[in-house]
């Protein structure tokens, strides 16, 4: 008979979001007049910016005529789409980034689990505690970890909590980890890093040959000057960072699918006969082993991000999911919830009322206002006692959502 791969026994019953959809679908089959608000998964609602359905629609008429048709297409992206991320998302940012370095994928979420491939099991794996799952269940199903403990802890991973109390930025370990995960602005909690929080990070790094997997899926919705958009924006991170982007949420691309991860041909890491062995070249290796490229006419849907009507309408889309989330904080502020969150970020996070739990919380939630959310604990243990809420979704039903919640709660 053909064996498993027995990691995936390790995980955890049900993937978070998942479990979330199976609650729901219960309660609506009990209630089927019910009327949910979906304020869960970070999914975008708002349709695709007007720009990328013009270059998407052309894209089509490029494939009904012989003289422009595309068939296979580079697997590491068209150079006019990379040329345009590398000169607008990083160069204009003063950072020093090629458009070779940068590899154009079907998502960061795909990404931040299929860089997996190319590391060796060894690793000691650094991730703060709440944490987007994937990062953790890729290790898991890749071999990286051994069981869990009481709490959910996986053995073999390095937690670094992260709460209220310490504003919900990890401290600098001070042990020596291998592979750091850092999401900012963060998913779950919304909170942001300053450069010289980064600077701490990389100097980390650099000093115990580490490499950070820097998450900035959500980098668009940063209105702080202040705030670095990329980690490449310290210096040194080309050194000891590799950093994933997407197309998802600033420009409604979740169910479209285009990103990008950016390898540096100068971030190298250590074979076992202690040579040191540049990752680009096996990040591209992968790729073109096991990748075969974006979609052209997603790819000019992306292109069309980088143009003037482009950026317009998609500081608008981005504009707008912000105001939701300030309608979702000023309105949970109002009832007296501990609010975190919502501000550089589309996410809020808060404290569960009346000492329930995240998945108590849920239920309640879910029952009495017929909104959905998600549990705190979902995202790891430190995540106990909290709740996220997306403000991805219409104006009606975020200012309906909170109307409901706000007459049901007073913390």
Same mark, same amino acid.
């Given at each position: 008979?053909?064996?498993?791969?027995?990691?995936?026994?390790?995980?955890?019953?049900?993937?978070?979001?998942?479990?979330?959809?199976?609650?729901?679908?219960?309660?609506?089959?009990?209630?089927?007049?019910?009327?949910?608000?979906?304020?869960?998964?970070?999914?975008?609602?708002?349709?695709?910016?007007?720009?990328?359905?013009?270059?998407?629609?052309?894209?089509?008429?490029?494939?009904?005529?012989?003289?422009?048709?595309?068939?296979?297409?580079?697997?590491?992206?068209?150079?006019?789409?990379?040329?345009?991320?590398?000169?607008?998302?990083?160069?204009?940012?003063?950072?020093?980034?090629?458009?070779?370095?940068?590899?154009?994928?079907?998502? !960061?979420?795909?990404?931040?689990?299929?860089?997996?491939?190319?590391?060796?099991?060894?690793?000691?794996?650094?991730?703060?505690?709440?944490?987007?799952?994937?990062?953790?269940?890729?290790?898991?199903?890749?071999?990286?970890?051994?069981?869990?403990?009481?709490?959910?802890?996986?053995?073999?991973?390095?937690?670094?909590?992260?709460?209220?109390?310490?504003?919900? %930025?990890?401290?600098?370990?001070?042990?020596?980890?291998?592979?750091?995960?850092?999401?900012?602005?963060?998913?779950?909690?919304?909170?942001?890093?300053?450069?010289?929080?980064?600077?701490?990070?990389?100097?980390?790094?650099?000093?115990?040959?580490?490499? %950070?997997?820097?998450?900035?899926?959500?980098?668009?919705?940063?209105?702080?000057?202040?705030?670095?958009?990329?980690?490449?924006?310290?210096?040194?991170?080309?050194?000891?960072?590799?950093?994933?982007?997407?197309?998802?949420?600033?420009?409604?691309?979740?169910?479209?699918?285009? /990103?990008?991860?950016?390898?540096?041909?100068?971030?190298?890491?250590? /074979?076992?006969?202690?040579?040191?062995?540049?990752?680009?070249?096996?990040?591209?290796?992968?790729?073109?082993?096991?990748?075969?490229?974006?979609?052209? %006419?997603?790819?000019?849907?992306?292109?069309?991000?980088?143009?003037?009507?482009?950026?317009?309408?998609?500081?608008?889309?981005?504009?707008?999911?912000?105001?939701?989330?300030?309608?979702?904080?000023?309105?949970?502020?109002? !009832?007296?919830?501990?609010?975190?969150?919502?501000?550089?970020?589309?996410?809020?996070?808060?404290?569960?009322?009346?000492?329930?739990?995240?998945?108590?919380?849920?239920?309640?939630?879910?029952?009495?206002?017929?909104?959905?959310?998600?549990?705190?604990?979902?995202?790891?243990?430190?995540?106990?006692?909290?709740?996220?809420?997306?403000?991805?979704?219409?104006?009606?039903?975020?200012?309906?959502?909170?109307?409901?919640?706000?007459?049901?709660?007073?913390?």
């Amino acid at each position: 008979m053909a064996t498993i791969n027995d990691n995936y026994l390790k995980l955890k019953a049900g993937y978070l979001f998942p479990e979330i959809a199976r609650r729901v679908n219960t309660f609506v089959e009990g209630n089927p007049e019910a009327k949910i608000i979906k304020l869960g998964i970070g999914d975008v609602t708002e349709p695709l910016p007007e720009a990328c359905r013009t270059a998407m629609i052309k894209a089509v008429e490029d494939m009904g005529d012989r003289s422009t048709f595309k068939g296979y297409g580079p697997e590491q992206g068209y150079g006019w789409l990379r040329e345009k991320i590398a000169a607008q998302d990083f160069q204009a940012r003063g950072c020093d980034i090629d458009a070779s370095e940068i590899f154009v994928s079907d998502g !960061a979420k795909c990404d931040t689990g299929n860089i997996l491939d190319i590391f060796g099991k060894n690793n000691k794996i650094a991730v703060t505690d709440p944490v987007y799952p994937v990062y953790v269940d890729t290790n898991v199903m890749a071999g990286h970890t051994g069981e869990t403990n009481d709490k959910g802890e996986y053995d073999g991973l390095v937690y670094l909590p992260i709460s209220a109390e310490n504003n919900f %930025i990890a401290d600098i370990p001070t042990e020596k980890v291998d592979l750091i995960y850092l999401c900012f602005p963060n998913n779950p909690t919304g909170a942001t890093a300053t450069k010289a929080y980064l600077k701490a990070w990389v100097d980390y790094a650099k000093a115990n040959d580490s490499i %950070i997997f820097f998450d900035a899926a959500y980098e668009a919705f940063i209105t702080d000057d202040s705030l670095p958009h990329s980690i490449y924006e310290i210096e040194g991170a080309k050194d000891c960072a590799l950093e994933f982007r997407s197309f998802s949420k600033n420009a409604g691309f979740t169910g479209t699918r285009c /990103a990008f991860t950016v390898v540096p041909k100068q971030l190298t890491a250590k /074979a076992s006969d202690g040579s040191e062995v540049e990752l680009w070249k096996l990040w591209n290796r992968r790729q073109s082993t096991k990748f075969n490229g974006v979609s052209y %006419i997603v790819q000019r849907g992306a292109e069309a991000v980088y143009s003037e009507a482009g950026k317009a309408q998609i500081k608008a889309l981005v504009d707008f999911y912000l105001e939701n989330a300030k309608i979702i904080c000023d309105k949970l502020k109002s !009832a007296g919830f501990e609010v975190y969150g919502g501000v550089n970020a589309p996410y809020i996070w808060l404290k569960t009322p009346h000492d329930l739990s995240s998945w108590d919380f849920f239920d309640k939630l879910l029952q009495t206002t017929n909104v959905v959310g998600t549990p705190g604990s979902g995202f790891g243990a430190a995540g106990e006692g909290y709740f996220r809420i997306s403000a991805f979704n219409s104006r009606n039903n975020v200012e309906e959502a909170m109307k409901r919640i706000t007459e049901q709660f007073k913390v």
